[in-house]
């Protein structure tokens, strides 16, 4: 699916997500990934010590709600082809990560038409693959 997701979002999930980490708060040492809205609201959030774990435990939690499918995914790690796979599973239409991704993960996501961001911080995200021109010239996302 097309994102329809504002970059402003990915800054305000970036910012919130921390709220939803209580274990990586405790230890300075737990990966997350979360299901974001299209406001950047962290929708649920699942933690563990191995990053792919995390993920696992999302994708498994989002089939087991009834609820409508998330604007995208974020992970606290880098982004690996197992990732991107499991982002296509969840049925989202963005993966965002806070570290780079393999080159694996993006032939993967080109090839599905993912839309892949990595190195997301605060101020600045880097677009790895953008199949439906969203973040083309600095846009804002959706319309």
Do not use: W
């Amino acid at each position: 699916p097309r994102p329809d997701v504002p970059v402003t979002a990915i800054f305000a999930a970036l910012a919130g997500l921390r709220a939803h980490q209580p274990l990586n708060a405790a230890t300075g040492a737990i990966h997350a990934a979360a299901a974001c809205d299209r406001s950047g609201g962290v929708l649920a959030a699942y933690e563990d010590v191995g990053r792919h774990n995390a993920l696992d435990k999302l994708v498994g939690g989002l089939a087991m709600r009834s609820t409508e499918r998330p604007a995208f995914i974020l992970v606290t790690s880098r982004i690996s082809f197992e990732m991107v796979d499991k982002a296509l599973v969840a049925g989202v239409a963005m993966l965002v990560g806070i570290s780079a991704p393999t080159s694996l993960a993006i032939d993967h996501a080109r090839a599905h038409g993912l839309t892949l961001l990595a190195l997301a911080r605060s101020d600045a995200i880097l677009v790895v693959n953008d199949p439906f021109g969203v973040f083309e010239n600095g846009s804002e996302g959706g319309t």
